[in-house]
Each structure stands twice: as structure tokens, then as C-alpha cells.
């Protein structure tokens, strides 16, 4: 049973470009959120999706936005990227967003 | 606003020792806690989550326990092992379910 997969796990941008990063849920489940780990903080939430819609937001300007799949997978898209968008990007899934959630292995993004 | 705290940042035990980790949080309205494990440059492993109604909960050598009202959780930890150095990070679902709010972890290291 396949758990939570994201690619790429690095990445290395320049600030001005965009990127656009990828999550597979965990088989069975139907909704994912992205979370975003700064060095030595714990992972903040940016926003959640439920049947192909953003069911909630964080606090996070609009330059972050999202997409899901009918197969439930998801990409996440920064523009305008700056020196503070550079972290750890964490995918989680769970079964009607509630109960446990499972987290990917993370994306590290490196912007220069 | 949900705020959770942990306590200590860094604990540092020799092997076979019996330790307690500490998370607090300002909001006593949640859904449920979780406890999650962080090795370094990587994703997170749940360990337990802990429902609102429930007062704790156990898996092997791990016991969280919850004590809403006060806005406190605890993750024991039983004769500790080196294997179990990594950052443990406690989080709560608060008034907008699926959105995990985290504390910044305790880093443990365990000696041999």
C-alpha cells in the first residue's frame, strides 16, 4: 500500500520564477493539504482540498495556489517566488479531512 | 488564536531512560492531538492521535495522554532508545477542521 508521495524532493529556483510541486494522497484517501516547514519551525498549514475544491486556506498570500485531480493527486504553485518561500513543503492526506493525517517526504525548496 | 507551545526545545537522555515530552495549547476547543516524529530533512511519521473524548491513548513503548481543559499533552516515552532520536512535534485540529496547527518540537537525543 503506496503512502503519500510528492516529487521532486529538491528543488532550486531563483526568486521571480515559479514552481509547481506534486502529491499522490495515500490510497483510500480523497482530500490533501499542503504545509509549509520553515527551518527549525513546525509545519504551518497553507490550504486543504476536498472533491477538487480548496476547502480551506491558511494564512498565506495568493500567490500560493493549488489544484486537485479527479484522482484525488494535487500540485501546489508559487509565483513570484521569494528568498522567504524557500522551505520544506509537506503534502498530507486523509479520508474526508478528518482524523489522521499522513504526510509525504517532503519537497525541499531552495530559492536563490 | 490556537497557539501551541513545547517544551523542551532539545532534551538530551541516556539510553534506557524513561522520558516526558510536553505540549500545551491556548484554545481548549479541538477536534483532536496528534504527536508526530520528524528525522531530520524529512516528512512526518504520526505516532498517536488522541480524540477530543479520549484521555490517552498508547502504541508499544509511546503514551500520549490529554488533559483538555488545562490545554496540556504529554507523549511518554518507555526506556528509551538511540533509534528514537528525531524532533517530536505535537499538533491539535482546531475550529477549522483538517487544519493541523503545530508546535516547533522537542529535538531528543538519546545516547548510548
Known amino acids: 500500500d503506496a503512502g503519500v508521495t510528492q516529487s521532486p524532493t529538491h528543488l532550486i529556483k531563483t526568486r521571480g520564477q515559479q514552481v509547481t510541486l506534486r502529491c499522490s494522497p495515500k490510497?483510500?484517501?480523497?482530500?490533501v493539504s499542503w504545509y509549509q516547514q520553515a527551518l527549525g519551525q513546525g509545519p504551518q498549514f497553507i490550504f486543504q482540498?476536498?472533491?477538487?475544491?480548496?476547502?480551506q486556506r491558511g494564512n498565506f498570500p495568493d500567490r500560493f495556489s493549488g489544484h486537485q485531480f479527479p484522482n484525488y493527486s494535487s500540485e501546489l504553485n508559487v509565483n513570484a517566488l521569494l528568498l522567504g518561500d524557500s522551505a520544506l513543503y509537506l503534502c498530507?492526506?486523509?479520508?474526508?479531512?478528518?482524523?489522521?493525517?499522513?504526510f509525504g517526504p517532503g519537497t525541499r525548496l531552495l530559492v536563490l | 488564536k490556537q497557539e501551541v507551545t513545547q517544551i523542551p526545545a532539545a532534551l538530551s537522555v541516556p539510553e534506557g531512560e524513561n522520558l516526558v515530552l510536553n505540549c500545551s495549547f491556548t484554545?481548549?476547543?479541538?477536534?483532536?492531538l496528534q504527536w508526530f516524529r520528524q528525522d531530520p530533512g524529512k516528512g512526518l511519521t504520526s505516532l498517536l492521535l488522541i480524540q477530543s473524548s479520549q484521555r490517552e491513548q498508547t502504541s508499544g513503548r509511546l503514551n500520549a495522554s490529554l488533559d483538555k481543559s488545562s490545554g496540556r499533552s504529554t507523549l511518554y516515552i518507555a526506556a528509551s532508545q538511540p533509534g528514537d532520536s528525531a524532533t517530536y512535534l505535537c499538533?491539535?485540529?482546531?475550529?477549522?477542521?483538517?487544519?493541523?496547527?503545530f508546535g516547533k518540537g522537542t529535538k531528543l537525543s538519546v545516547k548510548p
Open positions: 484554545d481548549s476547543a479541538i477536534y483532536n
Open positions: 499538533a491539535v485540529e482546531g475550529g477549522s477542521q483538517g487544519n493541523l496547527i
Open positions: 498530507a492526506s486523509s479520508f474526508g479531512g478528518v482524523g489522521t493525517q499522513y
Open positions: 482540498y476536498y472533491e477538487e475544491e480548496e476547502r
Open positions: 490510497s483510500g484517501h480523497d482530500t
